[in-house]
């Protein structure tokens, strides 16, 4: 597949996961790990807003960087919910082979209140 077909994939998989579509990991065994954090995530953070800031592709590898933006309405690593708009950014890395998404790390950062 060319670099702009797997960075479809990946933009793909990630609008899937931002709007609650978890099954989606069952199509690509890469992002099965993240899965039970996203939707901790999920359940803490609420009304999120996400912004896909840039993707890059080198062969098999995409990189992504977005923005979140979302409401701390439910307890967050053991944190209470504030009720604040927060903002975080993500950096994200995956393999795509052959359409599927069979390898991914990610880093999260920089979390600010609003």
Do not use: C, Y
Not at 19 to 33: K, L, S, T, V
Request: avoid cysteine; charged fraction near 20%.
């Amino acid at each position: 597949m060319s670099t702009e077909q797997n960075k479809a994939v990946v933009r793909h998989v990630l609008s899937e996961l931002w709007n609650g579509n978890f099954a989606i990991a069952d199509e690509h065994p890469g992002i099965q790990e993240i899965i039970p954090f996203i939707q901790h995530i999920h359940g803490a953070m609420t009304n999120s807003v996400h912004e896909l800031v840039q993707q890059f592709a080198d062969g098999e590898w995409v990189a992504s960087r977005f923005v979140t933006e979302a409401t701390h309405s439910g307890v967050f690593m053991g944190m209470p919910p504030t009720g604040e708009r927060v903002l975080s950014e993500t950096l994200m890395f995956h393999r795509v082979v052959n359409g599927i998404i069979v390898e991914q790390h990610s880093q999260g950062g920089r979390v600010d209140g609003r």
